[in-house]
């Protein structure tokens, strides 16, 4: 199970890919 600070962890690097893709 993930917790909650895996969970964001995760979504600020698939931010940052994003921001560095675009």
Known sequence: VLSECHI??????????L???I
């Open 8 to 17: 964001q962890y995760i979504e600020q690097k698939g931010v940052q890919l």
């Open 19 to 21: 921001s560095i893709s």
